[in-house]
């Protein structure tokens, strides 16, 4: 990898894939098992067809204190159940590093919660800047159903995911579409000891 400086250009509206991308990264449906509150409405989907659910597209650099891994993530349009289609979400491993998020273009929401069990929803407007502190693990929800929500991302090189968390206990939070759109509630299902995360 170069350690040269370099430029390249972020998606436009109705775009997705910024000029330069070192690997992309597809989730579907399978790969989210267990993590929607509709278990019935998520078995019903994959048996007709294991959907795409977002994207995502990295600038890669190497794993290293001082660089800087930027990329596009795309959440595409969509419910399972009356949940919208949301990213997996992650805490860093180098649970110290914070990340950016900048909103090109739909509209969603971050639900984000800290080990102590804080919770944030910030929500996502073309423009928007998201700045994701230190030890907040961080989720992305699209809560419009006719268009992609479109985010460009910055984190340290050294950060680290850790899936594992999440994928046990979940969110303390979800986000549900209701007639006067979107809801965020408690998780029912979330499987940690309240006040001991
Ligand atoms: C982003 C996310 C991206 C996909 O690059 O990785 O939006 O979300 P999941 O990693 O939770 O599937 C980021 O936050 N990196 O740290
Ligand atoms: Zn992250």
Not at 103 to 129: A, K, L, Q, R
Not at 145 to 165: E, I, M, P, Q, R
């Amino acid at each position: 990898m170069s350690d040269k400086p370099f430029t390249f250009t972020l998606p436009g509206t109705g775009e997705i894939r910024p000029s330069r991308c070192d690997s992309h990264i597809e989730r579907c449906l399978t790969s989210m098992r267990g993590m929607f509150q509709d278990e019935k409405a998520y078995e019903a989907m994959l048996a007709v067809e294991d959907k795409l659910l977002y994207e995502v597209f990295e600038i890669r650099r190497p794993e290293a204190v001082g660089e800087l891994i930027s990329g596009i993530s795309v959440v595409h349009p969509g419910l399972v159940g009356n949940e919208y289609y949301m990213t997996k979400g992650h805490f860093h491993s180098v649970l110290a590093t914070a990340e950016i998020y900048y909103c090109i273009s739909g509209s969603g929401c971050m639900v984000m919660e800290n080990p102590e069990g804080e919770c944030d929803v910030e929500w996502f407007h073309p423009g928007t800047v998201l700045y994701v502190a230190p030890r907040w693990a961080h989720r992305s929800v699209n809560t419009d159903l006719d268009h992609d929500l479109v985010t460009y991302f910055v984190y340290s090189g050294n950060a680290g995911h850790d899936y594992k968390t999440i994928e046990t206990y979940g969110f303390h939070q979800i986000v549900m579409h209701s007639d006067k759109g979107p809801v965020v509630q408690d998780n029912p299902r979330w499987k940690g000891v309240r006040g001991a995360m």
